[in-house]
């Protein structure tokens, strides 16, 4: 079940936390992606959840499904695949190139292999924002 989704039968809304963050950790990685957006000027999205084969091109189509994707940057985690991405907008690209996603990627990976999903997410959000720089 996804987030705005009712339950059949039910008539009352999801449980938003049936998924791998507390309400602590979601209420950290969405202030996390508010300072993002607003000291770099571009868009951060996160996408946590299951990734279709091949991994790469299922982020880069829910990276261009996202409001202003040539300035935005997303990180796909799909922790039961053990898969991690992330995708730069053209315009995002300039600011953040490769080298550095990989980077902020490479921390975020040690932070998931300690157990810490949202850390690490967080984690990679400030970095990703650091090497953007002031938009």
Do not use: C, W
Request: charged residues 20%; aromatic residues 4%; glycine residues 12%.
């Amino acid at each position: 079940m996804t987030v705005g989704e009712t339950q059949t039968g039910t008539g009352t809304p999801p449980d938003v936390l049936d998924g791998p963050f507390s309400t602590r950790q979601l209420l950290r990685i969405d202030e996390a992606l508010r300072l993002a957006d607003q000291s770099t000027g571009l868009v951060f999205s996160v996408y946590v959840g299951g990734l279709d084969e091949p991994i790469r091109e299922h982020a880069e189509r829910l990276h261009r499904q996202l409001a202003e994707p040539d300035k935005s940057v997303l990180i796909a985690v799909s922790p039961n695949q053990r898969q991690l991405e992330v995708i730069t907008g053209r315009y995002a690209r300039k600011r953040i190139p490769d080298t550095y996603a990989k980077l902020a990627a490479l921390s975020m990976v040690a932070s998931f292999g300690g157990g810490d999903l949202a850390g690490g997410i967080i984690q990679g959000l400030d970095q990703l924002a650091s090497h953007a720089g002031k938009g």
